[in-house]
């Protein structure tokens, strides 16, 4: 390599032009990423939002003028980090995800209902089931999130956990008044008043009823309900111990140990992949 060559400034041509007023109007800017003035590489990062964010919006409408878009020179897709989000580690850890993906209020509400489990003395199954029961709704989806987030932890966890996971979701929405669980308050008005869940959510929750581990599931109900308090900081650290007992962290990082769900971590440590 000549002197000259490796002197030479990265690539910088970065044109000017605008956004198209469509992609402006719509909101879609926050989906380009323009380079930081000193990266090192220069070019554009278009970030297509996965199709279950914008369909039945009015950004759906827009894939292709975001296509268009990646057409301009010094322009590519999003692949791999995202300036915008923290690194992380090569072989991430649980505690990665919760201190460098989750976002602040799902992060807070799990570690408070943890705490709460805790507090009430409850066995370590059920404080590591409140620790992840929303883990979906924290980094990758919150439509069928209890669904998601056990598949998440499956391989790592005890199979009670996983189950009282899933079934959460659908408990969540009938009392129990025998352990003195009623309707959430929460989904009066997130849902309104005359909402009603699904048949095959009332399906679920009757064969959960049913089930030996029903309790460990209705626990995490019960301890969702009254943890949620955004100014009360709870410390992962608390838990390292639960989780270190109850969690199988595999050695080559969540994400990266072949399992059938490692690419649901990978999707939340690089959430904006093209592909
Ligand atoms: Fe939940
Ligand atoms: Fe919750």
């Not at 000549?2 to 956004?19: C, G, I, K, Q």
Request: negative net charge; glycine residues 6%; hydrophobic residues 40%.
């Amino acid at each position: 390599m000549s002197e000259s060559t490796e002197m030479r400034a990265p690539a910088s041509r970065v044109l000017p032009h605008e956004l198209p007023a469509s992609l402006r109007d719509a909101g879609l800017t926050n989906w380009i990423r323009e380079p930081l003035d000193d990266a090192v590489d220069r070019r554009r990062r278009i970030i297509m939002p996965p199709a279950a964010a914008v369909m039945g919006t009015p950004a759906s409408a827009y894939q292709g003028a975001l296509l268009a878009e990646s057409r301009h020179p010094d322009t590519v897709f999003m692949m791999g980090d995202n300036p915008a989000l923290p690194t992380m580690p090569p072989r991430p850890t649980l505690k990665d995800f919760f201190d460098l993906r989750f976002s602040k209020i799902a992060r807070t509400h799990l570690l408070q209902s943890a705490r709460v489990a805790r507090e009430n003395g409850l066995d370590e199954k059920v404080i590591m089931a409140c620790l992840l029961h929303d883990i979906a709704i924290a980094g990758l989806l919150s439509a069928n999130h209890g669904y998601w987030g056990a598949q998440m932890v499956t391989p790592y966890v005890d199979e009670e956990v996983a189950w009282s996971i899933e079934k959460h979701e659908a408990l969540r929405y009938f009392p129990d008044e025998s352990v003195g669980y009623t309707y959430p308050e929460a989904y009066i008005s997130y849902f309104g008043p005359d909402y009603n869940p699904p048949e095959y959510i009332r399906r679920e929750a009757e064969a959960a009823r049913r089930h030996r581990w029903y309790m460990t599931s209705r626990l995490v109900t019960i301890n969702d309900i009254y943890s949620f308090d955004p100014s009360v900081v709870v410390d992962y650290g608390e838990f390292e111990d639960v989780v270190g007992r109850n969690f199988r962290q595999p050695e080559e990082g969540l994400g990266f140990d072949g399992s059938p769900v490692a690419h649901m971590w990978r999707t939340m440590i690089w959430p904006n992949n093209f592909l």
